[in-house]
């Protein structure tokens, strides 16, 4: 045996979806395969909170259907970088809460799921949140300045109690503040105030760290009812809905050759219709249904995007869509890297088989309808 | 029944052209003057700043209303006065942040706190009935909220409110503006903002310390970025597993 080091070429590996192997580095041993899920790396990311907790940051966001959309997770990950090690960034979510923010950099988690949700509550969620500020003495609340209600509650509660605020906060710094005036013309800066509104964008929501997520139980005391009074939602059909302003888009790429299918789809679902940069060059869809670089940029909760193999371009016009599902022919399309959720399949197959399934189901809400066409 | 008369203020702030920078009615605060127009009462439009900002009569244009000025000259806090103002009217209405100033958004909320009215913003369209305000709220993906409200209360209404404002030139000519005595004692407005030159905010990112090895295997991980994928099976079964995505994830009702 000679002093040389060798490298034992069967050190474990991973496969890549593309089908290359790789060697884990780091990784000892004759193993062969080795599962190494994006879930695990994350969980093996160092808490960031470490020793006794001395002070708090507070977050407080409205979440939609049990989870926190991009705004608020900035927000989360703002007070987390703005926070010492021994500050614990404690999240006040108003509404019901399903998922773990612990990945996101929450290290306390109050749900609040008397708020929220829908409701216009504006009177007992500014009691709920200056009961916690009495409650948590947090330095700061960071709020995402966002139209669900949260930029309303941070305004509210700032001018119920009498605390400096600062609304539309472009840049964030560990000392400063610094918000657009003037038009645009002017950066206006200030230490950081207690109240801190921060516009979508201002944050990096990656983050080399995890909080610890902890629930914390929190029962909200009742208001008496105040001078408003909540009528109800009233949504707009998707398909009258302009593209920017759509929650659910089914769009077509080059992969589609029948528009009324689409459509079909599109209707079982209340959604509206979008369409790849090819399938409007080819006449399919009209210019303003277009998604991408050259169209329009989109933040759906579910993007549905059939038959389109996601350019960068396109890619680019969906960044902020929280579930994208693809339906495609070909599994190694960009799109199928991006999406949560990827068909291999032939689209149209898959688009009628949507539209049929749907219709012979019995789903629950379906049994009223049907007793009375019965009787 | 019309001895109860409805009497709205509007306030209007100074905006600025987005391309020349030239001072212009605030569009924000046209889409409240034209929604007060159309609840229809008594109404009173309201500045405070320079009463000698040539733009506020354009201000004239758009309604038939008379124009009042509170001269606040240098950078006082102008709730107070405002607010001592604003005595006595039923609605307040006013757009949702003006597009030169601070734009923050904030004064019809610190308004709302000085006089202990309710608030309600990004209010589309605007009904009034029977002592009570009824509002089309704005909210994002498409859905609209109905907030009914006791009067008097503050509105601010929100960009994408569905009105047009009309420009009359013979409503501007013959149009009426008023300077008030200025306001005896004033408190001054914060002091704690400086300006800076406007440049690109920086984004704010946790700063990493990693090893060559932590980079590698992040490296690595990033490329198995991707969701589940679905290959096997019959159409009928992938469209089923779309739904059961869907539905996993309460992203529809069905």
């Not at chain 1, 670089?293 to 960068?312: C, D, E, H, N, R």
């Not at chain 1, 149209?348 to 049994?367: H, K, Y």
Request: hydrophobic letters at 45%; one cysteine or more.
């Amino acid at each position: 045996m000679s002093g040389t080091r060798r490298i034992n070429p069967r050190r474990p590996f991973r496969i890549t979806p593309e089908g290359i192997r790789r060697i884990v580095l780091g990784e000892e041993g004759d193993a062969g395969e080795i599962a190494l899920s994006p879930v695990a790396m994350a969980s093996s990311k160092p808490l960031r909170l470490v020793g006794e907790a001395t002070a708090n940051l507070l977050v407080v966001a409205h979440s939609d259907r049990g989870a926190l959309d991009a705004p608020a997770r900035e927000a989360i990950a703002a007070a987390a970088i703005l926070a010492d090690p021994a500050t614990p960034v404690l999240v006040l979510v108003l509404g019901d809460l399903a998922e773990d923010l612990g990945p996101f950099g929450a290290d306390r988690i109050l749900a609040v799921p008397e708020c929220g949700n829908g409701a216009f509550l504006p009177d007992l969620e500014v009691s709920v949140l200056s009961d916690v500020i009495d409650r948590f003495q947090p330095r700061h609340v960071l709020m995402p300045d966002s139209p669900t209600g949260t930029g309303d509650l941070g305004r509210r509660a700032a001018a119920a109690l009498d605390a400096e605020i600062a609304t539309h906060v472009v840049e964030l710094k560990t000392d400063s503040v610094a918000c657009n005036r003037q038009g645009g013309t002017v950066l206006a800066r200030r230490g950081l105030p207690r109240f801190i509104l921060l516009d979508p964008g201002a944050i990096d929501a990656a983050l080399p760290f995890r909080g610890a997520g902890k629930r914390l139980d929190y029962a909200a005391h009742a208001v008496a009812p105040g001078l408003y009074r909540d009528l109800g939602l009233k949504p707009v059909a998707g398909a009258a809905l302009p593209l920017e302003e759509a929650d659910f888009i089914v769009a077509a790429g080059n992969g589609v050759r029948d528009v009324p299918t689409v459509e079909a789809v599109a209707d079982l679902f209340g959604a509206a219709i979008g369409a790849s940069r090819v399938a409007v060059d080819d006449g399919r869809f009209p210019k303003d249904k277009q998604v991408g670089a050259t169209g329009k940029t989109v933040q759906a909760s579910v993007y549905m995007a059939i038959g389109i193999s996601g350019a960068v371009q396109h890619l680019q016009g969906i960044r902020a869509c929280r579930h994208v599902i693809a339906i495609n022919s070909d599994a190694s399309a960009p799109i199928a890297r991006r999406a949560d959720l990827t068909i291999v399949a032939d689209a149209q197959a898959v688009m009628q088989a949507l539209v049929s399934e749907t219709a012979r189901r019995n789903w629950p809400g379906d049994a009223a309808d049907e007793a009375r066409a019965d009787g | 029944m019309d001895s109860w008369q409805l009497r709205i203020a509007v306030l209007v702030s100074i905006g600025r052209n987005p391309v020349s920078g030239a001072a212009r009615p605030d569009r924000n605060d046209l889409l409240a003057l034209e929604l007060a127009r159309k609840a229809g009462g008594e109404l009173t439009i309201l500045h405070a700043g320079d009463p000698n900002e040539p733009a506020l009569a354009d201000y004239l244009a758009y309604s038939a209303a008379p124009l009042e000025i509170l001269p606040m000259p240098g950078g006082p806090d102008i709730v107070p006065p405002l607010a001592a103002r604003l005595q006595g009217f039923h609605l307040i209405l006013t757009g949702s942040r003006t597009e030169g100033g601070e734009a923050s958004g904030m004064l019809p909320y610190a308004l709302a706190k000085r006089l202990g009215l309710p608030i309600v913003a990004q209010a589309l369209d605007l009904a009034v009935a029977e002592g009570q305000a009824e509002i089309t709220q704005f909210l994002p993906k498409g859905q609209r909220r109905r907030i009914t409200v006791r009067l008097p209360a503050i509105i601010a209404v929100h960009p994408m409110a569905p009105l047009t404002p009309r420009y009359s030139h013979l409503r501007r000519v013959s149009g009426q503006s008023v300077t008030l005595p200025a306001p005896a004692s004033t408190e001054a407005a914060s002091t704690a903002w400086r300006t800076e030159p406007a440049r690109k905010p920086v984004v704010l990112q946790a700063t990493e310390k990693k090893s060559g090895h932590a980079r590698m295997a992040a490296a690595i991980t990033s490329e198995s970025k991707g969701g589940t994928l679905v290959t096997e099976g019959t159409p009928t079964e992938k469209a089923l597993a779309i739904l059961a995505y869907l539905r996993s994830h309460r992203l529809i009702e069905f």
